[in-house]
């Protein structure tokens, strides 16, 4: 009966603006993407996909973002769970500082990276013991793995942060100590929650363009992964590349957010 | 030298406070701490398992200086409210998590299990996650997790407060049977006066982080000593002047009301009346009986207390408090503005000073 009622009563102007916003603008978003999706035909699509160009942008891609996820999980974890159990001089510096990346370009964060490992500062140090990061393919990982780290920290941070404390106390109780109560306790707690910002991880991981641009250099078929091919191909006017790379980043990020809606049950 | 013995415990952690707490406890005590919410019994709890480190002060059990001990070298173990059972492991997993630091062999674990679930009948539920049980029993779960491991102290914070009457009756039977049985010393935190009365053998009052008041239940119930204990622990406060002694009874003026109490005291000597709401009987006509005092007052206010009646009386410019069942107030017909009379024994009017 209630629901009924409710149902007939006459909607206030502002549900009607708000929700007619919502409805606006998410289609026009939606349009958006469908364009991306119907503008090529599918013979084009199936032969730029298996070019030589996009099959290595594609594998470069994929081994660069997951080697540079499994380094962001493997330093996000500790760093997270530091700032959410433990007191210490500087905690309040270092959250600001992991903050910061998320307010400021990536361009900004590849310019500061080139220089960090450039000719300047360690470059020569690196090079003397072989290793080379400016245009090269460990630039990649480096430049993916600082423009990701601060978001996996955040969202790794507040798994933590759900967790009762207790639970914790509870084990140390039982004679475990912080590590075996780590192991036991926090991490199979905070498994979800992890397994999704490993996929938000890895999608950042894969969309990072501007650092990866100025740090690894947008080299042909050197350091060339998909938003650096669909950047290259926009250059040379070869839009057909250029889309099928879009489509393909738009699908992994697709994926993304499925998978984490699902073990995140949605939260937003 | 006590079993458990807590000294001038300080600690500030912001909402809560300790100041200068002190504890005694002997070996199988059941040591009841109550006190209004926000008076710090918890922290101490906290405290004394290690959770904290205290700013000042030292925690002595069994006569080893455990203060800076890491909480895995205690043996204490606690039990929450919201029961803290790991939701990853089902319940037999909970349990035996528990002991797997004390013993290696699995038989052994498992036999241990079995036991204690038992005791406290989870003995069906040991495959079942957390998830998945009543209040009741998480909180059984709960309770058998901390005394599987033998603790040398077993510490329960409000354990029952989220429990309907019912399953908080049957609970305190349970833990009492399975305290006994696993001999084990308690600090149980609560502010439910049943679980004091049910189980505790001593009760500390606690207060914005200090003790008021300690001692065994009886004591503490029937002769609150300072005004706050009396006030918390729900009884009759008057304050008044001793008008004379009539024979071994102590005659005193306190707010306008001729009160006889059994205990002794000076003539013009300033105190205070602790009456027991329990210890009133209410009833529509001044009646002949062996209790000393009547006093006429007119009811302002029935009001419902879990399952009692809780019924004000106003008697000049005081008012007292009563405590009686639904039926009796049905049989009363008490409401609000009727005329009654208030009747207690002389031994039930403390002095307090």
Redesign the interface.
């Given at each position: 009966m209630r629901c009924l009622k409710s149902r007939s009563v006459n909607h206030s102007w502002f549900r009607t603006f708000t929700v007619g916003i919502a409805c606006t603008f998410t289609f026009l978003l939606f349009m958006t993407i469908g364009t991306l999706l119907f503008v090529l035909k599918p013979s084009d699509l199936l032969s730029s996909l298996l070019s030589e160009e996009m099959l290595y942008s594609m594998k470069l891609s994929m081994l660069t973002s997951s080697a540079s996820t499994i380094s962001v999980m493997c330093c996000s974890i500790p760093t997270a769970y530091a700032l959410s159990r433990f007191s210490f001089p500087g905690k309040s510096v270092i959250k600001t500082v992991l903050g910061l990346p998320m307010a400021f370009p990536e361009l900004v964060m590849g310019l500061a990276l080139l220089l960090l490992f450039g000719q300047g500062f360690l470059g020569p140090y690196l090079e003397a013991l072989g290793i080379k990061v400016t245009f090269s393919k460990l630039g990649i990982i480096i430049a993916q793995f600082f423009v990701a780290f601060p978001y996996a920290v955040r969202v790794i941070y507040s798994t933590f942060e759900d967790i009762n404390p207790r639970y914790e106390q509870v084990s140390r109780s039982f004679g475990y100590g912080e590590f075996e109560t780590f192991r036991h306790v926090t991490l199979p707690m905070a498994r979800s929650g992890l397994f999704a910002s490993g996929v938000i991880t890895f999608a950042r991981c894969i969309g990072a363009f501007g650092a990866v641009l100025v740090l690894a250099g947008g080299s042909y078929m050197h350091t060339e992964v998909l938003p650096v091919t669909l950047y290259l191909n926009i250059s040379y006017g070869n839009l057909e590349m250029a889309i099928t790379s879009g489509i393909l980043l738009m699908g992994i990020a697709f994926l993304a957010i499925l998978s984490f809606e699902k073990f995140e049950g949605g939260r937003m | 030298m006590s079993f458990l013995e807590v000294r001038d415990l300080c600690l500030d952690v912001g909402d809560f406070e300790l100041s200068g707490i002190g504890l005694k406890a002997e070996k199988g005590d059941y040591l009841a701490l109550i006190g209004p919410t926000g008076s710090g019994k918890s922290l101490l709890l906290?405290t004394i398992?290690?959770?904290y480190g205290p700013e000042k002060g030292r925690i002595i059990l069994e006569g080893k200086d455990i203060t800076n001990f890491?909480?895995?070298?205690?043996?204490?173990?606690?039990v929450?409210q919201?029961h803290?059972l790991?939701?990853?492991m089902d319940i037999f997993e909970n349990i035996a998590?528990?002991l797997r630091?004390?013993l290696r062999d699995k038989k052994q674990i498992e036999a241990e299990v079995k036991q204690i679930a038992g005791v406290l009948g989870i003995g069906e539920l040991l495959h079942r996650k957390p998830a998945t049980l009543s209040g009741g029993e998480k909180q059984r779960a709960a309770i058998a997790r901390s005394l599987v491991?033998r603790p040398k102290l077993l510490l329960l914070d409000e354990p029952f407060s989220a429990l309907d009457a019912r399953t908080k009756e049957k609970l305190r039977e349970m833990l009492k049977k399975a305290i006994n049985e696993y001999s084990t010393t308690v600090l149980h935190v609560t502010h439910d006066f049943e679980d004091v009365w049910a189980l505790a053998n001593r009760v500390v009052v606690i207060r914005k982080g200090e003790v008021m008041q300690a001692g065994d239940p009886e004591s503490v119930f029937k002769r609150p000593s300072p005004d706050f204990v009396a006030e918390f622990l729900g009884t009759n406060v008057l304050k008044g002047c001793v008008k004379a002694l009539e024979g071994k009874l102590t005659v005193v003026e306190a707010e306008g009301m001729k009160i006889y109490s059994s205990d002794p005291a000076e003539p013009g000597e300033g105190v205070t009346v602790s009456i027991r709401p329990e210890e009133i009987i209410l009833a529509r006509e001044a009646l002949e009986s062996s209790a000393r005092n009547t006093v006429q007052g007119r009811v302002s206010g029935v009001f419902k207390k879990e399952h009692l009646v809780v019924v004000e009386v106003e008697i000049g410019n005081a008012e007292i408090k009563a405590v009686i069942t639904p039926t009796s107030c049905e049989m009363l017909g008490l409401e609000p503005g009727r005329e009654i009379y208030a009747v207690f024994k002389a031994s039930n009017a403390r002095i307090i000073r």
């Open positions: - | 906290e398992i290690g959770f890491p909480p895995d070298m205690r043996q204490i173990s606690i929450y919201d803290v790991f939701p990853h998590y528990a630091k004390k491991v």
